[in-house]
C-alpha cells in the first residue's frame, strides 16, 4: 500500500508555471508506476500524465502534451508535474496516482489503483 500527498498548487496567471510535488510512503516507490490525473469544475477526472517506475517511459494526455512533463526520483519517494505556458482550462484539482501492474499508456483509459486527496491549480485569464 502506498500514501500519496500532493503540494504545490496555487493560483497563476495564465502563460504562467507550477511544480507539483507528490511525496509517496512506503519502500516500494520505486515499483510503482505513478502519475497524475485532474478535475475540473463540474467535469468528471480525466488523465495527465504518467510515468513508468524506472523513469524511463512517459506518457501524456493530447491537452498537456508539450506544457507539462512528469518526472521522479526513487531515492526520494517523489514524482514531480511541472506545467508551463498554462491556460485557464488547465484550472483543476490535480490528483497524484500510484499503480502497481497498470503501464502508462493504460492510464488514459483506466483508473489508477491509488489516489492522494488532491491540490488545487487556479489558472487566472
Known amino acids: 500500500q502506498v500514501q500519496l500527498v500532493e503540494s504545490g498548487g496555487g493560483l497563476v496567471q495564465a502563460g504562467g508555471s507550477l511544480r507539483l510535488s507528490c511525496a509517496a510512503s512506503?519502500?516500494?516507490?520505486?515499483?510503482?508506476?505513478m502519475g497524475w490525473f485532474r478535475q475540473a469544475p463540474g467535469k468528471g477526472r480525466e488523465f495527465v500524465a504518467a510515468?513508468?517506475?524506472?523513469?524511463?517511459?512517459?506518457y501524456y494526455a493530447d491537452s498537456v502534451k508539450g506544457r507539462f512533463t512528469v518526472s521522479r526520483d526513487n531515492a526520494k519517494n517523489t514524482v514531480t508535474l511541472q506545467m508551463n505556458s498554462l491556460k485557464p482550462e488547465d484550472t483543476a484539482v490535480y490528483y497524484c496516482?500510484?499503480?502497481?501492474?497498470?503501464?502508462?499508456?493504460?492510464?488514459?483509459?483506466?483508473?489508477?489503483?491509488?489516489w492522494g486527496q488532491g491540490t488545487q491549480v487556479t489558472v487566472s485569464s
Open positions: 496516482n500510484a499503480d502497481i501492474g497498470l503501464a502508462p499508456r493504460s492510464w488514459g483509459s483506466s483508473w489508477p489503483r491509488y
Open positions: 512506503g519502500r516500494t516507490f520505486s515499483s510503482y508506476v
Open positions: 510515468i513508468s517506475w524506472s523513469g524511463g517511459s512517459t
